[in-house]
């Protein structure tokens, strides 16, 4: 496994699949590896924490950084390149450079109640796409808002790679796997453990024959009466857009604080008319 810092070095490779990270690997980031290397010739992950996305006050400096233990993650994986490159080597010209912005769609969900998180996203990943030339891209469904996002920048301005979006990885009590969830003490993950939970009853629900959206979510923010809820939204999956009805196909989308750790989570909902 080489690992690069640079991009004149990043881009003396051939890259066929790539996984974007922050680093902090867990499961649900080797899940993405396996699917790529199942399908991919080579295949590069990226590891930058990218300060774009962090809004002033958010948890840039505190976000784990294990670089090391996950170098050893992604060598017993097989992947052939890591990509780490520095925030200068990224933004040269610092936070005020050129950046990429999604209007609409980046302005819903996390994008409101993160102003400018989405153009970081949006930002980082089109510079990756453009260093790297990845005919695939790995995201997971965890990140679905962010996944909508990127499609539309894919779509708008024709970039030649293909995302690829795979199952939430979650652990035994149904908290989808995230870098910040070793920031949750004990009581906090017994509190985290609503957000599933709420989905679970949105699933429910809908599969009994309810597709009132509003009701859904009433339903999701009883389960979700201990946290601090950010939004519990039922949308478009494409446009993040809200919508009347669940049926036949929407996105059931959740973000609340565990204490001081933010979380999110979503259902994919697609039910034959």
């Avoid at 066929?16 to 010739?41: K, N, Q, W």
């Avoid at 170098?71 to 200068?88: T, Y």
């Avoid at 970081?120 to 965890?142: M, S, W």
Wanted: proline content about 5%; charged content about 20%.
């Amino acid at each position: 496994m080489q690992i690069f810092t640079t991009i004149s070095e990043m881009r003396q490779v051939r890259t066929d699949g790539l996984i974007p990270t922050m680093g902090a690997l867990h499961e649900g980031h080797l899940s993405l590896v396996r699917a790529a290397r199942a399908a991919c010739e080579t295949v590069t992950v990226s590891i930058f924490v990218n300060p774009t996305q962090f809004s002033a006050g958010e948890d840039l400096a505190k976000y784990p950084r294990t670089f090391e233990a996950d170098c050893e993650l992604l060598r017993a994986e097989g992947v052939d390149f890591v990509f780490a490159p520095s925030a200068s080597e990224i933004y040269p010209a610092g936070a005020a450079g050129t950046l990429v912005e999604v209007p609409g769609i980046g302005q819903r969900l996390d994008g409101a109640s993160r102003p400018g998180h989405f153009r970081g996203v949006a930002t980082v990943v089109a510079k990756l796409f453009n260093i790297v030339q990845p005919r695939l891209a790995y995201f997971g469904q965890k990140d679905a808002a962010q996944v909508a996002v990127l499609r539309a920048m894919v779509r708008d301005l024709n970039l030649p790679a293909e995302l690829r979006v795979c199952p939430t990885v979650r652990d035994t009590d149904g908290l989808a796997l995230s870098s910040r969830n070793r920031f949750l003490n004990a009581a906090e993950r017994r509190a985290a453990a609503a957000i599933p939970r709420a989905l679970e009853r949105a699933r429910a629900l809908v599969e009994t024959g309810t597709c009132a959206s509003e009701t859904v979510r009433q339903a999701m923010l009883w389960e979700l009466v201990a946290l601090k809820v950010d939004y519990a939204q039922v949308v478009h999956p494409e446009t993040l857009e809200p919508v009347n009805n669940v049926c036949p196909r929407a996105l059931i989308a959740i973000a609340a604080w565990a204490g001081e750790t933010r979380l999110i989570d979503n259902l994919l909902i697609e039910k034959p008319r």
